[in-house]
């Protein structure tokens, strides 16, 4: 009979999550020292939601009262089919398709749902990108991967073309003792290939850390940047007009992707076939249909209508 820890682990795989790692909740200080120092030197730029619930983001425990463990899992977004680039715009690859907030965490739930009849009732809580988690740091601790120079998870095996997400649950499972060193070493593809150089190496503190200013970043300005004015010149958006992939399509470790088979990510059969006119066209009722449940409904029609207005 399959443990609690392997039981989960194989469920996961059954849903379409490429790994899946187990950690011991504790309190995570040193990550929230550095969360605070970023913070200070505003780098979040106006996502104020940053500074909130500090103690909550790296205390497990204040977010689930009773949490022991931390389930990690990672769900590859890579699309089958890549957004032509010749006389287009360009979105974000995690964009394409459903909201993968919805389509996770009903996977995670129904994992853990299956546990309870297999193992008796618990508590839990499925997160994905919707709660003060610092979902790298867990996915790092796990050994599912490294913290990159273009500050996301890059997975040896699989690159980072992929969404974080966890199970918190109020009971002791067996923790994994896998550690993934850092292999970035001296490459600096994402660094030099940032268009507004958002990210860099910082070595004020005496250690070397990766950080990024989200102020520059490609992906804050066409989604989190509420502004009718744009914070960087036209020329460097690049085509982006929902978020950004430069730092990840340029990285090793992305070479060859292996596209998802997660049915949800599957496109809107529209998306495609437009073109840069066919943006500038696009009505609301259009928009509606074609982003209805993604991830670009959150900029909404008049966001990305002003997105476009920047680079014409």
């Keep these: 009979m399959l443990s609690f ?9 059954k849903e379409g999550f490429f790994d899946c790692s187990i950690s011991n909740s504790h309190v995570l200080s040193k990550e929230k020292q550095y969360h605070k120092e970023w913070i200070a030197k505003g780098f979040h730029g106006n996502m104020r939601y940053l500074e909130n619930n500090l103690d909550m983001r790296f205390h497990p425990n204040l977010l689930m009262p009773g949490t022991k463990s931390i389930v990690t899992v990672l769900l590859n977004y890579y699309p089958q089919e890549k957004m032509p680039i010749t006389n287009n715009y360009r979105i974000a690859k995690y964009a394409y398709g459903q909201d993968y907030h919805y389509v996770v965490k009903d996977k995670l739930n129904r994992i853990a749902e299956k546990c309870r009849e297999e193992f008796g009732n618990f508590e839990y809580r499925a997160f994905t990108d919707s709660a003060p988690i610092p ?13 990159g120079k273009n500050t996301l998870l890059i997975n ?9 997400a966890h199970l918190f649950i109020d009971k002791e499972l067996t923790p994994d003792k896998r550690y993934q060193e850092d292999l970035c070493l001296d490459c600096t593809k994402c660094i030099d290939a940032c268009p507004t150089n ?3 190496t910082d070595t004020s503190t005496g250690s070397v850390s990766y950080k990024i200013d989200a102020r520059k970043c490609l992906s804050y300005q066409t989604i989190e940047n509420k502004s009718t004015e ?17 730092c990840q399509d340029v990285c090793p ?3 060859n992707p292996e596209a998802t088979s997660i049915k949800e990510f599957t496109p809107h059969p529209s998306l ?26 959150r900029a909404g029609y008049m966001g990305l209508v002003r997105n476009i207005e920047w680079l014409s």
């Design 253 to 255: 470790f992305n070479k």
């Design 5 to 13: 820890s392997e039981y989960i682990k194989q469920e996961c795989a």
């Design 272 to 297: 495609f076939s437009l073109r840069k006119a066919d943006w500038h066209t696009l009505k609301p009722m259009d928009f509606g249909e074609m982003f209805r449940g993604t991830p670009v409904k």
């Design 198 to 200: 958002a990210l860099f």
């Design 135 to 147: 979902d790298r740091v867990w996915a790092e601790k796990g050994g599912l991967g490294w913290i």
């Design 230 to 246: 744009k914070d960087i010149p036209q020329n460097e958006f690049r085509n982006w007009i929902f978020g950004c992939d430069i």
């Design 156 to 164: 040896k095996q699989h690159g980072s073309f992929f969404v974080i």
